[in-house]
């Protein structure tokens, strides 16, 4: 959450200085600039990580597609040539797909695999977690002469791990911060002030660490990035 409250002060620095080099008179607020909206959100992220218990180390990587919806809420600012500021908020928990590794071992050597008989030890892994809270702090910077903008933020999520290991280890909950970027496109739609938006962005999340509660050996180390494309209905005032 550090990096969204940083992210903020650097977008009321920014306002500000707009004023100020415009020369232009801080206006009080009103809801001229204001808008809502709901949108859709489709797209792939890639996660990879590293377990390491004692001196062991695995890793493993996967892909996941995901959907879901958000609400936002924004504001543009005239005197900084339509730079528009926004909140971005999942209400949902977003749930990764489990997956399973089968370890085998066997007292007779190497070689076994399959869990076959008294002398093979088989130890089923499952890792899962689920995404918590995911809020997107924004600036939508327009392109001159068109309905085209770009896009820069920070993300915020709380990941829940409900992971089953073999080995017993637990390794609690996090926050991890990310930066996107990219490019889209708004089209009113009418005079009554609602309008659409079509973006599409790349994220990529801060690499983060845990250790196990229960072992301090052992660790788990990962990162996550993907891309998305969205289309958002909303209203101005």
Not at 193 to 210: I, N
């Amino acid at each position: 959450m550090n990096k969204l409250k940083i992210y903020i002060s650097s977008l009321i620095f920014v306002v500000f200085s707009s004023f100020a080099v415009n020369a232009i008179e801080m206006p009080n607020f009103n809801a001229n600039g204001l808008a809502i909206g709901v949108t859709g959100n489709v797209g792939a992220y890639r996660a990879s990580g590293d377990e390491t218990e004692s001196t062991e180390k695995s890793s493993d990587e996967a892909v996941l597609a995901v959907s879901y919806g958000s609400v936002f809420i924004e504001y543009a600012i005239e005197a900084a040539y339509g730079l528009t500021i926004g909140v971005d908020y999942v209400p949902e928990s977003l749930d990764a797909e489990a997956t399973s590794r089968t370890d085998v071992a066997n007292s007779l050597g190497a070689g076994t695999t399959g869990c076959v008989g008294s002398t093979t030890d088989c130890t089923t892994n499952t890792v899962d977690a689920e995404f918590n809270d995911l809020t997107t702090v924004y600036a939508l910077v327009p392109i001159p002469g068109s309905n085209a903008f770009i896009k820069v933020g920070v993300k915020s999520v709380d990941v829940v791990s409900m992971e089953n290991l073999g080995t017993g280890s637990t390794y609690g909950d996090t926050s991890i911060d990310g930066i996107t970027y990219g490019i889209g496109w708004t089209k009113e739609a009418g005079d009554n002030g609602f309008f659409v938006r079509m973006q599409a962005d790349y994220t990529e999340f801060d690499s983060f660490s845990l250790t196990s509660q229960n072992n301090s050996d052992n660790k788990v180390t990962g990162e996550i990035e993907g891309v998305q494309a969205s289309f958002s209905i909303g209203k101005s005032f």
